[in-house]
């Protein structure tokens, strides 16, 4: 079954520790994406990537680092730095970039304690 | 800086009526609109797509209209039923500015029975 995979769901974390989120999708695009949801917020972009091995910096990338060694894989980790971690976190990819939709995995809810 | 605004926080509909869900963009060089679904703790679905040489797009009940010249997009959903009640996101992508997508804020459409 194609589709984009994200693990876990639920995702506990102590204050100033950095945790990562998988993203993995079976669906041969070459761009992903990661996006933060907070309450009345939307989905803003963290980081994108359009090729393996290439990503550039959404509108809230501080605190977070991404890596893109593998087509199918697109893992997010969120830094001690990032002042505000607790949120939605949700991945997507789509064929190309421009001009096509994106498919959604089913997102991580990340919680500092 | 928002690119895409999504006014109306909410909006409530009776069952059988039409919802018109608006969006607001900034950006002259977005090319390529796009509407997603989004139920909690859910990723969000697309729905409906349209290019910035087109100005309407139809999929059986739902139906996006662009207006390029006030940067405005809207999705119409005739007849509304129940099952539609969702945060519904506008998003906008530039090819040419790396293909990026930018959502909106979201609008929660309540659909009554």
């Known amino acids: 079954d194609g589709g984009i995979t994200q693990s876990p769901k639920y995702l506990f974390r102590k204050e100033g520790q950095n945790v990562t989120l998988s993203c993995e999708q079976n669906?041969?695009?070459?761009?992903m994406y990661w996006y933060r949801q907070d309450p009345g917020q939307g989905l803003r972009l963290i980081y994108y990537?359009?090729?393996?091995?290439?990503?550039q910096k959404g509108d809230i990338a501080e605190g977070y680092s991404v890596s893109r060694e593998k087509k199918e894989s697109f893992p997010l980790t969120v830094t001690s730095a990032q002042k505000n971690p607790t949120a939605f976190y949700l991945c997507?990819?789509?064929?190309?970039?421009?001009?096509?939709?994106?498919?959604f995995g089913q997102g991580t809810r990340l919680t500092v304690v | 800086d928002q690119q895409v605004k999504q006014n109306s926080p909410s909006l409530s509909v009776q069952e059988g009526r039409i919802s018109i869900l608006n969006c607001d963009y900034t950006n002259s060089m977005f090319d390529y609109f796009l509407w997603y679904k989004k139920y909690p703790a859910e990723g969000p679905t697309f729905l409906i797509s349209?290019?910035?040489?087109?100005d309407k797009n139809e999929d059986g009940r739902f139906t996006v209209f662009l207006n390029k010249s006030a940067k405005h997009l809207s999705l119409h959903i005739v007849p509304s039923q129940p099952g539609d009640s969702a945060v519904y996101f506008c998003?906008?992508?530039?090819?040419?500015?790396?293909?990026?997508?930018?959502f909106g804020q979201g609008t929660e459409l309540s659909v009554k029975p």
């Open positions: 998003a906008a992508s530039a090819r040419n500015q790396g293909g990026k997508l930018i």
């Open positions: 349209i290019s910035s040489i087109k």
């Open positions: 669906l041969n695009h070459d761009a």
């Open positions: 997507a990819s789509s064929e190309g970039a421009g001009n096509t939709e994106a498919f």
């Open positions: 990537s359009q090729i393996v091995n290439d990503f």
